[in-house]
């Protein structure tokens, strides 16, 4: 398996401001993803996170609110820009780990944003 | 993007009953269905999972079932513990994860 190592784990934000959510993996991994998973609800993936291109991105999330780098294969940043108390969610960085031939999904502890 | 539908929302069983959450796909192209339990505050942890090639899996007490021409999939839970007790999502995937809407299973002492 994998391990993802995700900060900060929670943070509380003003209205307005932008928050970047770091991801950190201890192997290389060609799939990363980042979902947001409100109180309560369901994981919705947010974006696929591509090493040396950019992210792409399910519908109704766009690039100006969550910008996502991926500079190598252990690790990727989600920023949630602007926010607002409607991005008070949690954050999760997943990647998909191939160990013999199967991909499973892993994921981060999550980051907990509270927008004020 | 794929769809995955998941029910029920919740789920109350005693303790040692069966418990059953059943979902469904829309993309016929999704092969791999995976099941992840979620603690309150943690995050997801997978539990079991079943490919498009295989009918049926089973682990201790957790099995899976797979119907690829109906494009439905099945936890099945025996002799529920209390500890069993949590949120379960399910989920398809063809290259991304798509998950259902969860179920909250809550097993009675």
């Known amino acids: 398996s994998a391990v993802i190592s995700q900060k900060p784990s929670r943070d509380i934000c003003q209205r307005g401001t932008s928050l970047t959510i770091q991801c950190q993996v201890d192997?290389?991994?060609?799939?990363m993803f980042w979902y947001r998973q409100q109180p309560g609800q369901s994981l919705t993936l947010i974006a696929t996170?591509?090493?040396?291109?950019?992210?792409?991105?399910e519908s109704g999330f766009v690039i100006d609110k969550f910008p996502i780098s991926r500079p190598n294969l252990t690790f990727s940043t989600l920023t949630v820009s602007n926010m607002s108390p409607e991005d008070s969610s949690i954050y999760l960085c997943?990647?998909?780990?191939?160990?013999?031939?199967?991909?499973?999904?892993?994921f981060g502890e999550g980051s907990r944003l509270t927008v004020l | 993007g794929e769809n995955v539908e998941q029910h029920p929302s919740t789920l109350s069983v005693q303790e040692g009953d069966s418990a059953v959450i059943k979902c469904t796909y829309s993309?016929?192209?999704?092969?791999?269905f995976p099941w992840y339990k979620q603690e309150l505050g943690k995050r997801p942890q997978l539990i079991i999972d079943?490919?498009?090639?295989?009918g049926e899996k089973k682990d201790q007490r957790i099995a899976v079932t797979l119907n690829k021409t109906a494009k439905h999939f099945s936890l099945h839970i025996t002799e529920t513990q209390p500890e069993d007790s949590a949120v379960y999502f399910c989920?398809?995937?063809?290259?991304?994860?798509?998950f259902g809407s969860g179920t909250k299973l809550n097993v009675k002492p």
């Open positions: 997943s990647v998909e780990f191939w160990e013999a031939g199967t991909g499973e999904l892993f």
């Open positions: 192997s290389q991994v060609t799939m």
């Open positions: 996170a591509n090493q040396g291109s950019e992210a792409t991105y």
């Open positions: 993309d016929s192209a999704s092969n791999y």
């Open positions: 989920a398809a995937n063809f290259n991304k994860f798509y």
């Open positions: 079943i490919r498009s090639n295989v």
